[in-house]
């Protein structure tokens, strides 16, 4: 089991910044990958940007060149350093830790989430 503690989430102006943290603790395996995913109301949850054990990565379009996220495999965690943030960025953010088992079968685990509100 894994458990996901998320922290790093507040109110910030249009145009600063945030960096979210998230903790990871339990049976983590080596290889996997983590990301971060977001809810606004009204909306269904999407994508914001994964990382795998590799260090690659994926963002999704509306944050690519704003957002980076990152891993530390030795301390277990994952961050969302986020710059230049827009109203529309205002939303709930999850963490999302995830390893393929086989081609069909996956172990998926998500942290509470944590309120990101952009507000001028």
């Known amino acids: 089991q894994v458990q996901l503690v998320e922290s790093g989430g507040g109110l910030v102006q249009p145009g600063g910044s945030l960096r979210l943290s998230c903790a990871a603790s339990?049976?983590?395996?080596?290889?996997?990958?983590m990301g971060w995913y977001r809810q606004a109301s009204g909306k269904e949850r999407e994508l914001v940007a994964r990382i795998f054990s590799s260090g690659a990565t994926a963002y999704s379009d509306s944050v690519k060149g704003r957002f980076t996220i990152s891993r530390d495999n030795a301390k277990n965690t994952v961050s969302l350093q986020m710059n230049s943030l827009k109203l529309e960025d205002t939303a709930v953010y999850y963490c999302?830790?995830?390893?393929?088992?086989?081609?069909?079968?996956?172990?998926?685990?998500w942290g509470q989430g944590t309120q990101v509100t952009v507000s001028s």
């Open positions: 999302n830790y995830r390893r393929a088992i086989s081609n069909s079968l996956i172990s998926e685990y």
């Open positions: 339990g049976s983590i395996f080596s290889i996997n990958d």
